[in-house]
């Protein structure tokens, strides 16, 4: 980004793709405070019912710490917020390498599409609260299914003096499967 570039003392003309009043362009001022970052995650914002972010250390705290990633409306609002990230990046590339256009609104369009991609191969199990679905309904998300699968925790426990302990671990998907295995004394 040009700002990263003139901090290092490099002369630089720089201008800004998101903004039809161009400023300096830095990551910040493209994702988040520019016309285009700042109309598409008011946008989400508004659709989701979530708080406003202006940077990324507030897209984490406000987004991403508030969402629980067990519910259909978590996994999609996560995915709102990747793929927003990067449609907007691929946008600004198009605008540079390219010559188009950037537009909040083709944005927006990729990254809807794009969940309704990401979640086409999921068989429904739960769309979390009415308010949440109300949400996703106004984005024209409807019924997005999702497979949601709660793992187990387990603490590995030292073997008694004197006996070694065999732990072993596979797993598979389709056709294709791996393994290991580790032997510990009580050192570990």
Same mark, same amino acid.
């Given at each position: 980004?040009?700002?990263?570039?003139?901090?290092?003392?490099?002369?630089?003309?720089?201008?800004?793709?998101?903004?039809?009043?161009?400023?300096?362009?830095?990551?910040?001022?493209?994702?988040?405070?520019?016309?285009?970052?700042?109309?598409?995650?008011?946008?989400?914002?508004?659709?989701?019912?979530?708080?406003?972010?202006?940077?990324?250390? %507030?897209?984490? #705290?406000?987004? !991403?710490?508030? &969402?629980? /990633? @067990?519910?259909?409306?978590? *996994?999609?609002?996560? %995915?709102?917020? #990747?793929?927003? !990230?990067?449609? &907007?990046? /691929? @946008?600004?590339?198009?605008? *540079?390498?390219?010559? %188009?256009?950037?537009?909040?609104?083709?944005?927006?369009?990729?990254?809807?599409?794009?969940?309704?991609?990401?979640?086409? %191969?999921?068989?429904?199990?739960?769309?979390?609260?009415?308010?949440?679905?109300?949400?996703?309904?106004?984005?024209?998300?409807?019924?997005?299914?999702?497979?949601?699968?709660?793992?187990?925790?387990?603490?590995?426990?030292?073997?008694?003096?004197?006996?070694?302990?065999?732990?072993?671990?596979?797993?598979?998907?389709?056709?294709?499967?791996?393994?290991?295995?580790?032997?510990?004394?009580?050192?570990?």
């Amino acid at each position: 980004m040009d700002k990263n570039i003139q901090q290092r003392g490099i002369s630089l003309a720089s201008k800004c793709s998101c903004c039809s009043n161009p400023n300096i362009e830095s990551l910040e001022h493209l994702l988040f405070q520019g016309e285009v970052g700042t109309n598409i995650w008011g946008y989400f914002n508004k659709a989701l019912n979530l708080s406003a972010c202006w940077d990324m250390p %507030s897209l984490l #705290a406000k987004w !991403l710490r508030k &969402i629980n /990633l @067990s519910k259909h409306f978590g *996994i999609v609002t996560t %995915s709102i917020e #990747a793929l927003t !990230l990067w449609n &907007i990046w /691929l @946008s600004r590339n198009s605008t *540079i390498f390219a010559r %188009s256009s950037m537009s909040w609104i083709c944005v927006k369009n990729q990254v809807i599409k794009g969940i309704h991609d990401l979640f086409a %191969s999921f068989k429904p199990k739960s769309h979390g609260s009415y308010l949440n679905q109300l949400s996703l309904n106004s984005l024209n998300i409807n019924h997005i299914p999702i497979n949601v699968r709660n793992g187990t925790w387990t603490k590995w426990q030292v073997p008694a003096l004197g006996t070694l302990k065999f732990n072993m671990d596979g797993s598979s998907i389709n056709n294709l499967c791996a393994g290991g295995g580790v032997v510990r004394d009580h050192f570990g």
